[in-house]
């Protein structure tokens, strides 16, 4: 009986050690050749099941009729779609082994981290083998969907980030193209009643306010998250502190508190009730997507409105119409049943011109390869273009791929909240805090 | 002699094998594999032995140290208010000459009612700005705070939505009150003993195994607060599911990130599951100290009694 407890610390230990996730071998892209890659009537038929995200009929119909583009294609391949897939639920069932063949994130949050561990395939050896030529998607697009030389996804469609001015409440003035401008608009546009609280602002400069994220403000003064080495640049990068000093003038122009209790009282930012849509903000910051919403919305859809590249710095010019680009990543993860036919979808999904615009005419998000933005039959009305030009301009930026995106945008975050809110006493020392944070954690995942 | 304890032994072990197996699948391989990821980094993919890093960055981790705080602040103040309120209204209860069925009824129905829908009802009737709570306060011309959005608020919002929800507890203590001997209260009352007196002296003594049990297993509840927290941050907080958001618990300002959920956060969505172990086991230890101690005191009191 001695040898018994023996006997089972040792059965623990080895399935303590054999029992990590995902240690099973299923069959990987570009592992064998395939011979014909250019006919399709060559792939073997299969069932491909996909993941994506869009969630409404519009959306979900308009991307399975670009789906539908594919299937005539090659006819002995059926593709079943499952729509409202979070990220979570993917990386969950690439762990438990029930990988789709397909999935879709509208983030690009996860992909370093998907990439690194292997969770989504490596396209590399695929694209190399079917010839095609990457450059043709713009650098931002191409630097977030890989992570260390892995390129584990392709962008589907892209969102650039811009300003929305409201015409009616602009005063005849023309929309800011620097930052000084902006705050001086801001001041001159601001409606307040006789108790001082607002009624109408020019612009809301909270951080906690709808697409104001710190990712989206950056690009105004074209600042730097991360080192050449990995390491944080927010507190060394003055271009940060340069916006963070703007920002919180104009916060403390409107006094914090009337600024807290104009925002808390806005509407939904994905329902009807959005300020911009109720005229209660003159200029907000937006994706190329709120065209389609304000077009979609009945009362909204009236309102004469104009889009511009967002002000940028008063000593950077140079800046001025660039912004923030992301967008919808696409890939093949681990486990997929039939890796071959999903490359083939994936691929034609990413850079089959005709498909592209298709989807960006009916979803109105930018499509993400040159031949797909000079297509004639891409509508491009004044609104929309301002975000194909910003999507193409050469200094438009994107968050860099890195494992611990959330993580790093959240500590920053939290450090803006404290600072727009004024609890913060010394800025470099508040961000040299932010900037021990994001690299304790980088040290801790090891990259 | 050897031979027949050797029987015996097997015999029972035989017998306590369901036993056995159940706490070695359930219980000690988990807390094994917990304590082996902990001196890994693990990202739900791929493991690598890292030593004690996870550890030395627990430590030093700020947001543990404020989640935590914020679940010995559930410990301190949610747990009392619960129990003192489900015995104040089971105490009550019992006083009612008619209408008592009805009335017990409606105390317990809010515990039938799912956590989720729950909480997300709380919220909505606390919005500062459309909730009725609020509105209500308004008319008595009090500007009532914003409950589940303010950091000095939102932790009492959630007690409240747990003295509410308490409807089990009250039923638990109904049951105990009830069954004190009657006798024993017409006896202090012959001795001159008022309410007050035969309160400490008989009903609490009696009642003291059922107090005890409630407070454990509040305790223990307290410590693993998860869902209530994490549905009031979000909706408080506006924030959508829509795909391609991820949402970091302890909206407003940190004040309602528990230490499960910061547990959960680090493991599933921040990928570093060999720090979420190390959390793990700190929770366990704490809800051990937390049993024992309680346990330890309530024997005392019950060998005092």
Redesign the interface.
């Known amino acids: 009986m001695r040898s018994l407890p023996l006997a089972a610390a040792g059965l623990l230990a080895l399935t303590l050690t054999a029992c990590t996730a995902g240690n099973s071998a299923p069959p990987a892209l570009g592992a064998k050749p395939t011979t014909t890659s250019t006919d399709p009537a060559a792939l073997p038929a299969a069932t491909l099941e996909l993941w994506h995200g869009f969630s409404t009929d519009v959306e979900t119909k308009a991307f399975e009729d670009a789906i539908a583009g594919f299937t005539a294609k090659y006819p002995q391949i059926k593709v079943v779609a499952q729509k409202g897939i979070q990220d979570a639920q993917i990386t969950q069932a690439i762990r438990g082994g029930q990988a789709p063949d397909v999935a879709a994130s509208f983030t690009t949050d996860n992909v370093a981290q998907w990439c690194k561990s292997g969770a989504f395939q490596d396209l590399t050896p695929v694209i190399a083998q079917d010839g095609i030529d990457l450059n043709v998607l713009p650098a931002a697009s191409r630097s977030y969907t890989e992570f260390e030389g892995k390129r584990c996804t392709m962008p589907l469609l892209a969102d650039a980030y811009g300003l929305y001015y409201n015409k009616a409440l602009m005063k005849g003035e023309q929309p800011p193209k620097t930052l000084s401008e902006l705050t001086e608009l801001t001041k001159k546009l601001t409606v307040r009643d006789a108790e001082g609280n607002i009624e109408v602002a020019g612009f809301i400069p909270s951080f906690q306010y709808y697409e104001n994220s710190p990712s989206h403000l950056g690009p105004m003064v074209g600042a730097k998250w991360y080192n050449d080495d990995g390491t944080s640049a927010i507190g060394s990068d003055p271009a940060w502190k340069q916006l963070l000093q703007w920002q919180k003038e104009l916060v403390d122009w409107y006094g914090y508190d009337k600024l807290e209790k104009f925002r808390k009282g806005l509407g939904d930012e994905w329902g009807a009730e959005h300020p911009f849509f109720e005229g209660k903000v003159a200029m907000v910051l937006d994706g190329e997507w709120r065209n389609a919403m304000i077009a979609a919305d009945p009362e909204a859809k009236d309102m004469d409105y104009g889009t511009a590249p967002l002000p940028v710095a008063d000593d950077k010019p140079d800046l001025y119409g660039s912004g923030f680009t992301a967008g919808t990543v696409i890939g093949v993860p681990k486990g997929a049943k039939h890796p071959q036919q999903a490359w083939e979808l994936v691929k034609y999904l990413t850079t089959d011109t005709e498909s592209l615009v298709t989807l960006s005419n009916a979803l109105r998000n930018v499509p993400t390869t040159k031949a797909a933005m000079d297509h004639p039959g891409l509508a491009k009305d004044d609104r929309f273009a301002t975000f194909l030009d910003i999507f193409a301009h050469p200094k438009t930026s994107t968050l860099p791929a890195n494992v611990n995106s959330v993580f790093n945008q959240d500590a920053f975050s939290t450090f803006l909240i404290e600072w727009e809110k004024g609890a913060v006493k010394d800025l470099d020392a508040g961000l040299a805090e932010v900037d021990a944070r994001i690299d304790d954690k980088r040290k801790l995942s090891g990259s | 002699m050897a031979a027949s304890t ?1 029987g015996e ?2 015999r029972a ?1 035989v017998w306590l094998a369901p036993w056995i197996i159940g706490i ?1 699948v359930f219980f ?2 988990p807390l ?2 917990t304590v ?1 990821f902990s001196f890994h ?8 032995f ?1 030593g004690l ?2 550890w030395r ?1 627990a430590l ?1 981790d ?1 947001r543990l140290g404020r989640s935590a705080l914020n679940t010995l602040w559930l410990v301190v103040f949610m747990v009392p208010a619960q129990l003192l309120f489900a015995l104040g209204v089971a105490q009550l209860l019992t006083k009612l000459k008619s209408g008592g069925g009805i009335l017990r009824t409606i105390f317990y129905l809010p515990s039938l009612v799912p956590m989720v829908a729950g909480t997300v009802a709380f919220v909505y009737l606390l919005n ?2 459309t909730g009725p709570v609020n509105q209500l306060l308004a008319l008595v011309g009090i500007t009532g705070p ?1 409950w589940f ?1 303010s950091a000095a608020w939102a932790k009492p919002s959630l007690t409240l939505l747990a003295l509410w929800g308490a409807g089990n507890t009250v039923m638990i203590f109904l049951a105990a009150l009830l069954d004190v001997p009657k006798h024993l209260y017409e006896a202090a009352a012959i001795d001159g003993a008022g309410a007050w007196r035969q309160f400490r002296s008989i009903t609490l003594p009696v009642i003291s195994p059922v107090l005890m049990f409630s407070a454990v297993t509040g305790v223990i509840y307290a410590v693993q607060y998860f869902t209530q927290a994490m549905i009031a941050s979000r909706v408080a907080s ?1 924030a ?7 949402f ?1 618990p302890g909206y407003p ?2 004040a309602l990130l528990t230490l499960p959920q910061h547990l959960f956060h680090t493991g ?5 599951m060999g ?1 979420a172990c190390v959390y793990a086991l700190m929770l366990f230890a704490v809800s051990m100290v937390f049993t024992l101690v309680l346990l330890r005191q309530f024997g005392r009191a019950e060998a005092a009694s």
């Open positions: 050797r032994g097997v072990l070695a000690v391989y094994a594999s082996y980094r693990y990202d739900l993919f791929t493991l690598e890292v890093d996870n960055y030093s700020t500062p700005a914003d959005g506006g959508t599911d829509s795909a391609g958001t991820t970091t300002d940190g599933f969505r921040d990928w570093s720090l």
